[in-house]
């Protein structure tokens, strides 16, 4: 991550940002605003004090269906660092089965060595593709000629007397980047995979260790090459890679992977709700306290070791999300609640938000359903009081049953459209105007026999 003023977007910023996806949750998008923004500010800090400063982290807490996963999502393109969202409810306390916690620091690692390799590889770009032309050049016309040749106006390259071997290279070079040798197949050599026909057995939750053993043997076991016939633009594109991985230094990508890790990585751990309960009289719950205790040291700042090396976690931004419909946060032990000083409840949605949802975002339900139609050459349209009614009856759902807020709205539409989306292949250019007498007959019927709305919407 760039720590330069220029790139860095102001908290105004991101919340405006995530306004174009998300509604409402105003006060979930500044805490998140003004916990990115620390980032940049704490690099910017005098190095003395620079490690002194740890980063607050954020508990989001609110129903099913408010906008917590989405904000984690949009985060995520926001962020312009190693960014991770992983599940509570997946990790076991260590000696059980099942994946331990340290394996979320070793996924960060590997999200971050990711993304500094393919800006190494975008840095050495221009010249990975002027030394792959060149290695595509060396085939088409070998470097050592015995004579002197000419290439014909077909692209074929014949013996002549009166060339010269450099005019012919860069006339087939002209030839190559003015796209006339685009159908012609060439002959190249690639390097092959060697991986070992061994098969590394180990217990469920330990499969890195698995990875890492076919890692060394496969650098142990020496590299092969083959063949491959494939289109000109196509062998281009495969050396260019070839090149581009020979230009980048992975013992530097992985050392700037290792500092952005450590200095602006960000963990999003959603459903933490799902760990939350003291054990009961029955025995450890191994999903429970257990995997908070595990947590604890790594929040509160611990050193994980990767195969990239060791990643200290101490200034790691953890950012919680939970619905507690069942537990409450008073329920996670008293030392982890204490890692999560920011609190930030996000409301339920009702009626007015629905209409909101339905219509402003970029990728409104809406307009992704108006899209998915079009390919059909089905026009479909929603008029504002057939979006109206259908925030009132989502809203009667989640009244009347389990509320899972904005996700009745899949729901609801999906029932609305099942028979146009059924007859669309049939209706070629065809326009059609969904307005509010069509949506109360095809979901009153349902809507008004409790029992049968209980299951389907």
Avoid: C
């Amino acid at each position: 991550m760039s720590m330069t003023g220029a790139n860095v977007l102001t908290p105004r910023e991101i919340v405006s940002e995530l306004d174009r996806y998300i509604v409402g949750q105003h006060d979930a998008k500044r805490a998140v605003a003004i916990a990115l923004r620390n980032r940049w500010r704490r690099q910017n800090v005098a190095p003395e004090l620079r490690d002194e400063i740890a980063p607050k982290n954020i508990l989001m807490i609110g129903p099913t269906g408010v906008g917590k996963t989405e904000i984690a999502r949009r985060l995520a393109k926001l962020a312009q660092a190693p960014f991770i969202k992983v599940e509570a409810s997946r990790y076991t306390e260590v000696g059980y089965v099942g994946r331990d916690v340290e394996s979320i620091i070793r996924d960060l690692a590997e999200i971050s060595v990711k993304m500094v390799r393919e800006e190494e590889r975008e840095r050495v770009k221009a010249a990975a593709h002027e030394a792959a032309e060149e290695r595509l050049l060396d085939i088409l016309f070998p470097t050592r000629a015995r004579r002197p040749a000419v290439v014909t106006a077909e692209g074929g390259v014949q013996a002549d007397d009166d060339g010269t071997h450099r005019e012919t290279r860069e006339k087939l070079r002209r030839l190559l980047r003015d796209g006339h040798l685009d159908e012609r197949d060439v002959e190249i050599e690639v390097s092959a995979q060697s991986m070992p026909m061994v098969e590394v057995f180990t217990p469920q939750g330990m499969e890195e260790m698995g990875f890492n053993m076919k890692d060394l043997l496969s650098q142990v076991m020496p590299k092969k090459t083959r063949q491959r016939t494939v289109k000109i633009p196509e062998a281009l594109e495969i050396l260019t890679q070839e090149e581009a991985a020979r230009l980048v230094d992975m013992e530097a990508v992985a050392r700037e992977a290792i500092h952005r890790a450590e200095q602006s990585g960000i963990v999003f751990i959603d459903e933490i709700d799902k760990i939350a309960g003291r054990e009961s009289g029955h025995g450890p719950d191994v999903a429970r306290e257990g995997v908070q205790r595990d947590l604890l040291p790594i929040v509160e700042g611990s050193t994980v070791n990767t195969k990239y090396g060791a990643v200290r976690t101490d200034h790691v931004l953890f950012v919680a999300s939970g619905a507690f419909h069942i537990s409450k946060p008073s329920d996670l032990i008293p030392e982890f609640q204490g890692r999560f000083p920011i609190r930030v409840e996000l409301k339920p949605l009702a009626r007015e938000e629905f209409i909101r949802i339905l219509t402003e975002p970029e990728n409104s339900l809406t307009r992704q359903y108006v899209a998915l139609l079009e390919t059909e050459n089905v026009r479909l349209s929603f008029s504002e009081d057939a979006v109206a009614a259908l925030a009132e009856i989502a809203a009667q759902i989640n009244a009347r049953s389990e509320n899972i807020g904005a996700r009745r709205l899949h729901t609801v539409l999906e029932r609305l459209l099942e028979e146009l989306s059924f007859n669309a292949p049939d209706m070629n250019d065809q326009a059609v105007n969904i307005d509010a007498a069509y949506v109360h007959e095809r979901l009153d019927p349902i809507l008004n026999n409790e029992d049968l709305s209980r299951y389907i919407l």
